[in-house]
């Protein structure tokens, strides 16, 4: 019989790889909770008219869409704030405010696969509702750049704008809808030779393209100057200064402002950010976030939100190009036990050491002592212990240290002594 | 607009039970670490044959199938063992032996909801591949008891029992295929009535009946007594005592034998085993496994293999009727600014608690004293820092213990020592 394949699109995950997820995935929750988030699930498909709710018809094609047994139309979940809005109107509308919650889980995209982009990918995200708008978005970012921070990956760019900047110079322009989209587009892939060509063939005021084109080619602490110059004159300009000044008591002074940012959803109100993390090269963002109000599309009250989602598989790519690695998973211990009336003690040393909370394992495969020892070797142990026939004379083992090659013997009831040191 | 609603037959977790899961799920996967087993992730769609090779035709209906874009029939994963052996024969055929993997996952049934009864719901499991069968069926098992027992949940029964005694019980009777595969059924639900009135009517030797009713009638202690009895002349039952025997070296010296264990997938090959958790009631089963053989089934050569599932869900049900709990999530501070200028300082606190790994939040609705103290109250921290005018002039802050009522000021310099009494 042909194997089978996986979907095409999708990944198997080995054990070393789904350790280093599984502890990138921990240290991720471990800070959520220190912020007194809290996580919440949601299942994996939906009703197909949420995720239109939130996205726009143009999502549909992307979705991987089926029926139930009652013929409604279900999909796939292709991100994850949709669920987790549809889940706070449903059951956290009258909690205490705010409600702050997080979420991992899987998403799926029913796309041509390209590299780096998988139909199954992974998103961990947070959002904070209720809260005043300034107090949500100071402390969201900050969850983003100390989970990234807590990570250790360093190097990190965050750039932070306002839609009601961006939006004013927009409408300064006098175009149509469609041509303020095609615009938006264009300042979100930072494309401003197309985008000026665009806007002169659209018939803008050139002033005004003059002045957005300014606008979002502003860098670093020009773009903080401004901001601060503004600040009277301009709401959006103002919220981002005194935004930045709390994510300065937050610890994070080196936060960018970007007035390009667009973010593309229309359910974003006001602050929008992303953040970069530059080794990734030409796909670096991994994280887009912002003040949204969305309950109310969904049948909510309306509440003001602030939320952001990483790009799990990003984040993974990111630490690995970084050099960033996570504690080994090795096992601690291999028992030998040799002939068949060693298997006995092996067992019973192995049970032992594994309730002290001691990784361990035993030959399951009748190998002999070299074969053994080159296995040992091979999956990095630190220890082996070996069991023949006269330790078993002795009631005693012999412990061998794999990087020094020492070997000592230890009584059997007193192996621990090889592990813990000053047990009395 | 209406409220939408989560798809029939699905659940959404809130942060609380989220909690105990996660720990439940990390308490879990230490378990399996510790026997020296590592984590394996397969994708949440598989082609749907693949699940139809493993389960046969009949599942197709349980399905939740669709086509991707280049027309491939795939499902949402029933199980997973058929997604870990797929994987298995495609990458981990080469790897020495024994692989030791194991799995936490999301699977999908698409039957009519019932009482307890899921449309998703999640499984973990383990598989041990490659090692001769003795050795693999015992350490599985300790795996699967180690793994509950460490949950901290007592009283849990294991049945253990062997396809090559049942099988041949079975032969003796003399019926067709099909009466065959009722009368598994029936033994598998231990309805030895109706089994009998079936048997009768399929025209079975009354000797035949009367021998298969009384084996998988033995209870406890005669199971034991019957398996070393004929331990000589059959080698099923020489196999369970001497699994039996290593099970105890593993420290579980209370395993049940059941000969009608029966499991029902036609590629258990040897030894089954069924987990039960009594306080469920009717359905108590909360783990299933045996040793089979399936990599040949999926395109790979024939290995030796043992494996098991626990249904997640039913854990989690069954740690809460034994009253197991788990560590409390609860935040530990919970700091009040009074006044706009004591919010920066609330900031540079609350960043320095986090960075010292204690989770903390912050007011960011502006409540009065009276409001912040009852919201404090609500959500259970521990302790209350209190930043007003009097504090901001001294540098200083009010820590107020919540369970004693005790008010203590520390300089702002200092606050850490509130939380860590022995600080130089």
Redesign the interface.
């Known amino acids: 019989?042909?194997?089978?394949?996986?979907?095409?699109g999708?990944?198997?995950?080995?054990?070393?790889e789904?350790?280093r997820?599984?502890f990138v995935e921990?240290n991720m929750?471990r800070t959520a909770?220190?912020?007194?988030f809290?996580?919440?699930?949601?299942?994996?498909?939906?009703?197909t008219?949420?995720f239109v709710?939130r996205s726009g018809e143009g999502i549909i094609d992307e979705l991987?869409?089926?029926e139930?047994?009652?013929s409604?139309k279900?999909s796939?979940r292709p991100e994850l704030t949709a669920s987790v809005m549809?889940?706070y109107?449903?059951?956290?509308q009258n909690l205490?405010?705010?409600v702050?919650?997080f979420y991992f889980g899987?998403c799926?995209r029913?796309e041509?696969p390209q590299a780096g982009r998988y139909r199954?990918f992974w998103q961990f995200g947070a959002e904070?509702i209720g809260?005043?708008s300034i107090?949500?978005d100071?402390?969201v970012i900050?969850l983003a750049l100390?989970t990234l921070k807590n990570l250790g990956l360093k190097d990190v760019v965050v750039r932070i704008g306002h839609l009601s900047i961006l939006n004013k110079f927009i409408r300064d322009l006098k175009i149509s809808d469609n041509a303020e989209k095609e615009a938006r587009r264009l300042i979100d892939k930072r494309n401003f030779e197309d985008l000026r060509s665009m806007l002169d063939g659209a018939n803008a005021n050139d002033e005004a393209i003059a002045r957005l084109i300014e606008l979002v080619s502003l860098d670093g602490d020009e773009a903080i100057r401004r901001a601060k110059e503004e600040a009277g004159n301009n709401e959006g300009f103002g919220y981002l200064a005194n935004l930045l000044?709390?994510l300065r008591?937050?610890?994070f002074d080196n936060c960018q402002l970007d007035f390009g940012v667009a973010r593309g959803l229309d359910y974003y109100t006001g602050m929008v950010f992303e953040i970069d993390a530059p080794s990734l090269g030409a796909e670096k963002q991994v994280c887009g976030g912002g003040a949204y109000t969305l309950a109310?599309?969904?049948?909510?009250q309306e509440v003001n939100s602030t939320g952001y989602a990483f790009g799990f598989d990003r984040i993974m790519l990111a630490l690995e190009k970084s050099g960033v690695t996570v504690p080994s998973?090795n096992?601690s211990v291999y028992i030998l036990p040799i002939g068949d009336e060693a298997?006995?003690?092996a067992?019973?040393i192995?049970?032992e050491l594994?309730?002290a909370?001691?990784?361990?394992?035993m030959d399951?495969?009748?190998r002999n002592m070299s074969k053994a020892m080159k296995?040992a070797n091979?999956?990095g142990v630190t220890k082996t212990i070996l069991i023949g026939d006269n330790e078993l004379a002795e009631n005693s083992v012999t412990v061998r240290d794999m990087r020094s090659g020492v070997q000592e013997k230890y009584p059997i009831s007193d192996i621990l002594r090889a592990f813990f040191k000053n047990i009395p």
Chains 1, 2 share one sequence.
């Open positions: 019989m042909a194997e089978f394949q996986k979907p095409r999708t990944r198997d995950f080995a054990p070393e789904m350790a997820r599984r921990a929750r909770e220190l912020f007194g809290g996580e919440v699930m949601t299942p994996t498909f939906e009703s008219e949420l709710a991987y869409a089926f139930d047994k009652g409604r279900i796939l549809r889940f109107v449903n059951e956290m205490p405010k705010p702050k919650i899987n799926f029913y041509r199954e904070l809260a005043p107090e949500s100071a402390e900050a100390a000044e709390r008591a937050y610890g109310d599309l969904f049948g909510g998973q096992l298997k006995i003690t067992i019973q192995l049970s594994r309730n909370g001691i990784s361990a394992d399951l495969m009748g296995y091979s999956i």
